[in-house]
């Protein structure tokens, strides 16, 4: 069975500060994907990394996957309370359905 | 373009009953899975279908089933239902039929089963 380990579980920050929060596994994923899911609404797809190594931003997001493909970063730069709500990484082996983390949950104070 | 429609949004059953949850994707979509959410577990796959075609099943008791009609919609049902079942129930939907990075999941809002 794959895992995905997401730490922290929780996060409480002020507003402008920097945070990074991970996404592990023992095994190796051909892509992972990135979601935030807000109270009450279904996770919402940010961001799909696919090869080894690969950084990608979104405005004050910055996604990296690990070399060997085992390993993902979320990085936000100077947060903000629309950042709040519970991020979700999810991993795709071959021809199977993704695998999720149990997320980090990020609240953002003004 | 309407987003993925899951009714209802709020259910409270007793243990012992049923209950039968519906998910209509978005237009043109044809794939469907479903994922229970706790927060103990995290979002666990239930099932995933395409073209009305069971294509994948998770780790859950026969209690739960599924199925999926011509035009994309999709039902769950969970039969015998217990304390642990509680949970939200998300839908997502993807064009099909590639799974993975190749193509997208949106995700309805949900339906929360709480179970007394």
Redesign the interface.
């Given at each position: 069975t794959q895992l995905l380990e997401q730490s922290p579980q929780f996060l409480s920050i002020q507003e402008g500060e920097n945070l990074t929060v991970y996404c592990n596994s023992s095994s190796v994923f051909?892509?992972l994907?990135w979601y935030r899911q807000e109270p009450?609404?279904?996770?919402?797809?940010l961001v799909?990394v696919?090869t080894g190594g690969e950084v990608k931003k979104l405005k004050r997001l910055t996604f990296q996957f690990g070399d060997a493909r085992k390993d993902s970063s979320l990085h936000i730069t100077a947060a903000q309370p629309g950042d709040t709500g519970l991020y979700?990484c999810?991993g795709?082996?071959g021809?199977?359905?993704?695998?999720?983390?149990?997320?980090t949950r990020l609240s953002v104070i003004a | 373009k309407a987003g993925v429609t899951q009714t209802p949004r709020y259910l409270i059953k007793t243990r012992g009953q049923q209950v039968t949850l519906s998910c209509s994707p978005i237009s043109g979509h044809r794939s469907v899975s479903w994922y229970q959410q706790t927060p103990g577990q995290g979002l666990q796959f239930l099932f995933e279908y395409f073209s009305e075609t069971q294509r994948n099943k998770g780790n859950f008791p026969g209690r739960f089933s599924g199925r999926q009609f011509s035009n994309s919609r999709s039902e769950m049902n969970v039969s015998t239902l217990e304390l642990g079942d509680s949970a939200l129930y998300l839908c997502a939907s993807s064009p099909g039929p590639l799974r993975g990075a190749r193509e997208k999941l949106f995700f309805g809002s949900g339906t929360q089963l709480s179970v007394l």
């Open positions: 051909s892509s994907q009450g609404e279904g996770p919402v797809l799909t696919v979700l999810a795709e082996a021809n199977t359905p993704l695998v999720f983390g149990k997320g | -």
